[in-house]
């Protein structure tokens, strides 16, 4: 079945570090990889997504990921965090075909930025 | 102007009634969803309807039936509630366009908390 595996569960840094959240999912197939993110009693944004072309996408806020192919990998980063980064990130994978929609998510990281 | 709205934002009610929660999108998209967030954040996909066709529905235990009277409404209706339905509902929809390309987008979310 199909999965997806967020490695960091809960990230605490300090204001200006650098964040790297990871993503791995399990599906030969086909996918379009998304990053929401969950501020403190808010619903999902869509924070970035891959579909096709070129590997390294960026979203708002200053976050990027980048499409490994070959590591099932799409990892989230922000090179400098700010405070109210604080949410909870989750990642999502959708297989290109089929055409249902349906989203798998990972388990989601919580991000916690000290001031 | 509200993308994905939802009604209630707090539902809170006894075990065994009967709830519905009700949501809208006014983006014109064909597809809606329904999550269930439970109380470690994981989101897993319970229904998804596209244009008032039932296409997903994810193992959900038959006292939940969606009911979408056209592709801008996508209602959520519970029977004899029990304490583990407690949990957070997000509706989402979206345009589900040939080659699956289609984004997902959230409403703010139903807390449901059954005592």
């Known amino acids: 079945a199909q999965s997806v595996s967020q490695h960091n569960h809960h990230v605490i840094l300090s204001e200006a570090a650098s964040l790297e959240l990871g993503c791995n999912y399990s599906y030969g197939g086909t996918v379009n990889l998304f990053w929401y993110v969950q501020y403190p009693g808010q619903h999902l944004q869509l924070l970035l997504k891959y579909f096709s072309g070129d590997p390294l996408v960026k979203g708002i806020k200053g976050f990027e990921a980048e499409f490994i192919k070959s590591k099932f990998s799409f990892n989230l980063r922000k090179p400098s965090v700010q405070w109210s980064d604080t949410a909870e990130y989750f990642c999502?994978?959708?297989?290109?075909?089929?055409?249902?929609?349906?989203?798998?998510f990972g388990q989601g990281t919580t991000l916690q930025v000290k001031p | 102007d509200t993308a994905v709205s939802q009604t209630p934002k707090y539902l809170v009610t006894q075990m065994g009634n009967d709830k519905s929660i009700k949501c809208e999108q006014n983006l014109g998209h064909d597809t809606m969803y329904w999550y269930k967030q439970d109380s470690k954040k994981f989101l897993k996909i319970m229904f998804s309807y596209n244009n008032k066709e039932l296409i997903i529905n994810e193992t959900v235990p038959n006292r939940f039936s969606p009911k979408s009277p056209d592709k801008a409404h996508l209602n959520l209706h519970i029977n004899s509630l029990e304490l583990g339905d407690s949990a957070v509902y997000f509706c989402a929809s979206s345009q589900v366009a040939s080659g699956g390309l289609d984004t997902q987008y959230f409403g703010p979310g139903t807390r449901l908390t059954v005592l």
């Open positions: 999502a994978v959708k297989r290109r075909s089929g055409n249902t929609g349906k989203l798998i």
